[in-house]
């Protein structure tokens, strides 16, 4: 059971290049989130779907798009990367009531 | 809108000490809460969840933590720390629809010292 899978799992850019980050779940879960993990600063929320079809914005979502391609797939999208936009890219996803949200292991994303 | 401190950015145990790390939420709800461990290189593993009921809640790797309302607290405790736990550990609140929503804190970072 591979749980959350983030694909690249590195990836340098220059400014103004757009990039994709993948994720997919095969856990069967309604809810897929996004989020950036920079030093000090936790994790902070870029978008999330609670089921298929929706898409909402979270704390951070500015330069950032967002697409629920099925229940398993929910992809990150920078149209045109910044420096400010460096850093470690979380996806999680979470199943119904009571249960927590599991984690995949990142995307490192270094913007130059 | 809710949110979390981890007063402590680094903390240094030796191995085999107790430890305790301190969680401060604000929350205007009945919370869900969360503790969670990033090994370096690697995602956040739960590590223990409060939803309701018991206030002191058991997880995993001998770790535990207490929901203190009162305080606005939920602190992770272990009896006797390991050098396999230095990692980054997390707390967090959860909103909405049974902790649908999670607004983290800033993490604390534990050092062992063997």
């Known amino acids: 059971n591979a749980g959350v899978t983030q694909t690249p799992k590195f990836q340098v850019l220059k400014t103004g290049q757009s990039m994709t980050l993948q994720c997919a779940q095969d856990?069967?879960?309604?809810?897929m989130y996004w989020y950036r993990q920079d030093p000090g600063m936790g994790l902070r929320l870029i978008y999330y779907?609670?089921?298929?079809?929706?898409?909402d914005k979270g704390e951070v979502p500015n330069g950032y798009n967002v697409s629920r391609l099925n229940k398993r797939e929910f992809s990150l999208r920078l149209e045109s990367a910044a420096p400010s936009q460096t850093s470690v890219y979380f996806c999680?996803?979470?199943?119904?009531?009571?249960?927590?949200?599991?984690f995949g292991d990142g995307t490192r994303l270094s913007i130059l | 809108a809710q949110s979390v401190t981890q007063p402590d950015i680094h903390i240094t145990v030796s191995e085999g000490a107790s430890l305790e790390l301190r969680c401060n939420y604000s929350y205007g709800a009945t919370p869900y809460l969360f503790w969670y461990v990033q090994s370096p290189g690697q995602g956040l593993q739960l590590l223990l969840k409060?939803?309701?009921?018991?206030?002191l809640v058991q997880g995993i790797k001998g770790f535990e933590a207490e929901f203190k309302r009162s305080q606005s607290s939920f602190n992770l405790r272990k009896p006797s720390v390991h050098w396999s736990d230095a990692a980054e550990y997390f707390c967090?609140?959860?909103?909405?629809?049974?902790?649908?929503?999670?607004?983290f804190g800033g993490g604390t970072r534990l050092m062992v010292k063997p």
């Open positions: 999680a996803s979470k199943g119904a009531y009571n249960q927590p949200q599991h």
């Open positions: 967090a609140v959860g909103a909405g629809n049974a902790g649908n929503m999670l607004t």
């Open positions: 856990m069967n879960h309604n809810s």
């Open positions: 779907s609670a089921s298929e079809g929706t898409t």
């Open positions: 409060y939803f309701s009921g018991d206030t």
